[in-house]
């Protein structure tokens, strides 16, 4: 199926690693253009290097940190030297662990900063690049936590819980500017991070433990893909998706425990 991406430009945070790398790979197999950001500007640049020989597109690398709207200036910027973009994927992210009664406040903010003002920034000003090409499509990486909540992280799950209902109020806006927002719920996604924790918790057993994870949760019996979840957000961003509008998909093996 041809998704019609070819030179499009799509703008991934968190494009370094993980879901985002994935993310970005998968726009660039279908001819898109790419703006991928991290804070570790080796390992943004590494990426893009690698993104762009490998699918001849273009690949920008943007060393920023999202939380803060310094750091959503320049990607914005960069985005815009690319003539503006068509696609934006609020992706860059990271769990939690701790207790409403003990966390700080400082620490509440900065995951609110993360999760939900760059989310915020970035959808704010690259509308108006999107806008003038036309339209676009927007989709925000939440979790499956933020509607099914895991018991050790309470700031994850309350800051992607706003950032899918920041996706639902956007979206009612923006489809005027003819620029879809969705939002993805992933469930358990094997990236890198998770096999780093695997190792910590349980050392040579480490892909023991993994299992154990997905069949305490998922009925699929296993970790997804980041593959799988890519391939997922290019379609739902492609203009084949063009009448999903404001919605929530979750992409999780069956772990949602409910409807
Ligand atoms: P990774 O830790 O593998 O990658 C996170 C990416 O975000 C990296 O590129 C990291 O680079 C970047 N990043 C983190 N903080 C910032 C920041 N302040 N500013 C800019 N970039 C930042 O995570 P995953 O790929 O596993 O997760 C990606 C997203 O998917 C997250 O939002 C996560 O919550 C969500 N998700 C993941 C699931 C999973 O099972 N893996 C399940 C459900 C949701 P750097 O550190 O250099 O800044």
Known sequence: MDLHLKDKVAVITGGSKGIGLGIAKAFAREGCHVVITARTAAEVEAAAASIASEFGVTAQAVASDVSSAEGCQVIVDAAARLGGADIFVSNAGTGSNETVA???????????????????????????????????????????????????????????????????????????????????????????????????LAGDGWEGYLQSVADEHADIRRFGSVEELADFCVFICSPRASYSVGSAYHVDGGMLATV
């Open 102 to 200: 003990n966390a700080p406040d400082e620490k509440w903010q900065s995951y609110w900063d993360l999760h939900l003002m760059a989310a915020v920034r970035l959808s704010r000003a690259l509308a108006d690049q999107m806008e003038a090409k036309g339209g676009g499509a927007m989709l925000m990486n939440a979790s499956i936590c933020a509607v099914q909540p895991l018991w050790y992280e309470p700031i994850y799950n309350v800051t992607k819980a706003a950032l899918l209902m920041f996706g639902k109020c956007l979206s009612v806006e923006m489809i005027k500017r003819n620029i879809r927002v969705n939002v993805v719920n992933p469930g358990l996604i094997r990236t890198p991070d998770w096999e780093k924790t695997a190792r910590e």
